[in-house]
């Protein structure tokens, strides 16, 4: 599947404060805004998780300073989830100029995995993983379940 940059729409279930977002039409420059505690910073983590294939090493302290908080999985894996639900899991989609779907599944092994899904993967010492075809909007059909990558536009 070619990479292809630029989200047109983002999808967020059961995500922190966040039991379902969607962002319908992206550009190629988007704002956050928003008063403290509201869901910015999640917005963020849920775009690392979403086009990072490192993203379990760099979430913890990308935009939050999560050292020496104790026990990882209870004082910050579980608060990933939308009311600490750790039984359903976070799922991730996005849509850009040629594909749709490409969507990502994130939770414990004790998850549900959701229909449709490839099994569960192993994602750092606690997450698992699971993905979903992507959908040519060009040719129709199945792409596979290709990565899209990103990229940071110097100022």
């Known amino acids: 599947m070619r990479q292809s940059r ?4 983002l999808k967020i279930e059961n995500f922190r404060r966040f039991k379902k977002l ?3 039409r992206l550009k190629r420059v988007n704002l956050i805004a928003g008063k403290n505690n509201t869901g910015k910073t999640g917005v963020l983590e849920a775009l690392l998780m979403l086009l990072d294939k490192s993203w379990g090493e760099q ?17 910050y894996w579980k608060w990933l989830f939308c009311n600490r639900d750790t039984s359903r899991p976070i799922i991730l989609t996005a849509d ?18 959701p229909v449709g899904y490839d099994g ?5 010492p606690v997450f698992n993983f699971a993905r979903r075809d992507a959908v040519s909007k060009k ?10 990558t990103y990229g940071v536009v110097p100022l």
């Open 139 to 148: 040719k129709g059909g199945s792409v596979g379940r290709g990565e899209l």
């Open 59 to 75: 979430l913890v302290t990308a935009f939050r300073n999560c050292t020496n908080i104790g026990d990882l999985t209870e004082n």
């Open 22 to 24: 969607e962002f319908t």
């Open 120 to 124: 569960w993967q192993k994602q750092g």
């Open 96 to 113: 850009t100029e040629e594909y749709g779907g490409y969507t990502r599944a994130f939770g414990f092994p004790s998850t549900q995995l």
């Open 6 to 9: 630029v989200l047109e729409k």
